[in-house]
């Protein structure tokens, strides 16, 4: 193995690493930094609804957008979006992709 450097690697896909031997001492070991985001499964709201009264009309509007995903190859990963909602009409005004780590599924290539 070479040192020194800083490996950068999409780590949705398979991946692994050889042990390294030698040193126990921590100032000339491997650093690995290892990050990802988290997909906590619910979503956050924020303003003047509450999670009840926001609920309801968020799944309808999600039905189509479902719809079309189903019509789609199958994927894997996180898209975590924002969405701001005019409190005057209901309407949406801002859409904005916060993290997408979607690729296609390899079972299905």
């Given at each position: 193995?070479?040192?020194?450097?800083?490996?950068?690697?999409?780590?949705?896909?398979?991946?692994?690493?050889?042990?390294?031997?030698?040193?126990?001492?921590?100032?000339?070991?491997?650093?690995?930094?290892?990050?990802?985001?988290?997909?906590?499964?619910?979503?956050?709201?924020?303003?003047?609804?509450?999670?009840?009264?926001?609920?309801?009309?968020?799944?309808?509007?999600?039905?189509?957008?479902?719809?079309?995903?189903?019509?789609?190859?199958?994927?894997?990963?996180?898209?975590?979006v924002q969405i701001s909602v005019s409190g005057a009409d209901g309407h949406v005004?801002?859409?904005?992709?916060?993290?997408?780590?979607?690729?296609?599924?390899?079972?299905?290539?």
């Amino acid at each position: 193995p070479r040192f020194n450097r800083l490996a950068v690697f999409d780590p949705r896909f398979p991946h692994g690493v050889r042990p390294v031997r030698g040193t126990r001492d921590p100032r000339g070991a491997r650093l690995v930094l290892h990050g990802w985001y988290t997909d906590v499964g619910v979503p956050f709201y924020e303003g003047g609804l509450k999670e009840e009264e926001a609920t309801g009309p968020l799944n309808s509007a999600l039905e189509p957008l479902y719809a079309e995903l189903a019509e789609c190859g199958r994927v894997v990963g996180v898209l975590n979006v924002q969405i701001s909602v005019s409190g005057a009409d209901g309407h949406v005004t801002e859409l904005h992709a916060l993290a997408d780590t979607l690729v296609p599924d390899p079972l299905e290539l």
